[in-house]
């Protein structure tokens, strides 16, 4: 470990003890130092580039790439029919919609940490639906019976629960570490003055919604307790689906939560995640259909913890296996609430004539094959490609993806290449990765269960 992030908060201690007593020599230190100083002259350019100013980091154009980022992030989880009205989703612009729940209404962008992002004008979901819908009524979910009338007044509703950098993210322990032993020691005046230089040009957040007792570095974050919603956010999704049958639950995390114990509850639910600057717009632009949502899950999001590796956060040692997250799921035959690379759209897609063939050279994998859009909607979607090795035991792993737009009715082409590194295995005999010869398998599908898989071979 060359440097420890955020600041020196545990190794420096140790690190003169270990030292005297020759657990650390100075050549370990040399080689340390050497390391740092060559990453930071590798990277002098982009350091010594001043940042620039307010007016070019808001500008219209960054503004609408935070815009389309935002959109393009949110992953569509579930969408079912309304009887002969078709999904709930997109919205009617012309209806009422009634917006319920504390962070709706609240800048939550994420980490209050060293990922921590400043903006002076982050658009709330409230904002972004009230910019674009001209009925919006609000309500911040503390009173779910209030809440429920409010919701009942509407032609639909969307509720917005989650986390904030509160329950997520950078952790900074009162006990074990203080705020002001973070920070660089006396003896080091320059590095002072240029920290406080730094914490005095921080902006200030105008905003009066914006979380309370925000800190300007840290955050209490840490690990989440638990994979699932707050009781409050359970309670009010209940209340709210059973005042308006026409209720889109929106996630505001950064991780997967289960929605296992309210899934059934609501027709739509999406992961809208922690959506930077332009949250609230992007979100409106896919609730309203402007976007087709075509963003897929980067992780599986389980039915229950219990199909989970079991977890001791106060061990000491803990031994994780090949066999967990998806691949853990997948070989015990448990069906995940939603499978990694998961994601749905308004429109449908179907993938045919898939081919895999390896290049001359041995070096990449080509898949090819065609995506049709069976719908009514243009839109894109995500082929991914999965990889199992000839060891029956080994589990199946994505090596490759892309994000194919397809017009409505349409079937377009699609080609990936991937190398076969990504096929590697640790060879104990060489002390190196590399492919395994034999038959491997590859899948070509829209999610890692997609039961409209196409299954190819090829030899290494």
Known sequence: LDVEMPYRMV??????????????TWADI???????????????EVLSTPAPDAAVLGSPAHRALARETAARSVVLLRNQPMGDEGPVLPLDPSRRLAVIGR???????????????????????????????????????????????????????????????????????ETDASLMALFPPGDEPDVVDRFEAQLAQLP??????????RPRMFSRGGDRNSLRLLPDDVALIRAVAAANPRTIVAI??????????WNDAVPAIVQAWYGGAEAGAGLA??????????????????ADEADLPAFDANATTFTYDRWHGWWRARRLGIPPAYPFGFGL??????????????????????????????????????????????????????????????????????SIEVPTARL????????????????????????????????????L
Request: glycine share 8%.
């Open 103 to 173: 962070l709706a209404g609240t800048v939550n962008i994420g980490d209050g940490g060293s990922s921590d992002v400043w903006d002076l004008d982050c658009r709330t979901v409230l904002d972004g639906l009230r910019d674009t819908i001209a009925d919006v009524v609000h309500d911040d979910g503390s009173d779910p019976a209030r809440a429920a009338a409010t919701a009942a007044a509407a032609d639909a509703a969307l509720v917005v629960v989650g986390y904030t950098y509160l329950d997520e993210g950078e952790y900074i322990g």
């Open 252 to 261: 505001q995390a950064g991780s997967a939560v289960i929605t296992t114990e």
């Open 345 to 414: 759209s308004y429109t449908t897609f179907a993938i045919a004539d898939a081919t895999a063939a390896v290049s001359a050279d041995g070096a990449a994998i080509r898949v090819t094959g065609h995506l049709a859009n069976t719908g009514d909607r243009d839109g894109a979607d995500v082929v991914q490609v999965y990889a199992t090795l000839p060891d029956p035991e080994a589990p199946q792993r994505l090596i490759g993806f892309a994000r194919v737009h397809v017009p409505a009715g349409a079937t377009v082409p699609f």
């Open 30 to 44: 040399d080689r340390s130092v050497t390391r740092l100083i060559a990453t930071l002259l590798r990277f002098d």
């Open 11 to 24: 190794r420096q201690q140790h690190l003169p003890a270990a030292i005297a007593a020759g657990e650390v």
């Open 285 to 302: 632009d896919v609730l309203l259909g402007d976007v087709n949502p075509s963003a897929r899950l980067p992780f599986t999001v389980p």
């Open 204 to 213: 200030d957040t105008p905003k009066p919604d914006r979380l309370a007792v």
């Open 424 to 459: 590697a295995t640790r060879d104990s005999a060489t002390r190196s990765w590399r492919p395994p010869a034999g038959t491997h398998t590859v899948t070509v599908a829209r999610h890692a269960a997609d039961p409209g898989s196409l299954q190819l071979d090829i030899n």
